[in-house]
């Protein structure tokens, strides 16, 4: 284990251009390699520099497709065995959809959830059977206030959410012991390019306090993080609104 709870090795950052997986590599980059992989992987020149300034000993990009589930086992075995083990992995990709499109579409909504939530489940489960048996390792995982219940006006994107931390949660017991340690994140609206043209919703963060709260939650290995912390009473709450009341709720 690192200094301050965070595991020493490279990390790993699924999603090398999401601009909350790019600001918690610049704060864990001191003294690290940092492998960041996505796809167009030529075009991180920037982000690449950037990590590179914030002290990492080297920075590498990788190509990868979130989407091809099938190519998942072999790029992580490849990563982890080429770079000596993986330290911290980050799992920042993802995408919000169009709701209206998915309603009509069912070939959209499908693949809103295939990339939140089946592509998720496939990395989550390759990287934790590599963290456990090299005995060490952190996962970040992202899920989202649109998952604590789900609304009717991005229900697609939501259910999904739903799915990942219920199924994050129960890998984080699962690797209970393990010296494995899974940090799951549930944040409200994030002010970014995913939301860019948004109206920003109520209790709204930035990238950059997102990953704070990362680079904190993996120090105190803490297991769940609500971005803002305010949210965490909220969720309490709006479980108890009655389901006409929560109909209506916009986004």
Known sequence: MG????????????????????????????GRVVILAARRSSELTQESAAVAAAGAT?????????????????????????YGGIGVAVVAFGVLGDQARAERDPVHAIAVVHTDYVAQISVLTILANLLRAQGSGQLVVFSSFAGARVRRA??????????????ASGLADALHGSGVHLLL??????????????DPAPMSSTPDQVADAVVRGLRRRAGRVWVPGILRPVIFAIRLLPQPIWRRLPR
């Open 185 to 198: 994140l549930r944040c409200g609206f994030v002010i970014g390019r995913m939301t860019e043209g948004m």
């Open 58 to 82: 080297a920075v590498h990009t990788v190509e990868f497709d979130a989407d091809d589930t099938a190519s998942h086992p072999a790029l992580l075995e490849k990563i982890a065995a080429e």
């Open 154 to 167: 991005n229900y697609v994107y939501g259910s999904a959410k739903a799915g990942l931390d219920g199924f």
């Open 3 to 30: 200094s301050r709870g965070i595991a020493e090795g490279p990390v790993l950052v699924l999603g090398g251009r999401s601009e909350i997986g790019f600001e918690v590599a610049r704060r864990l980059a001191p």
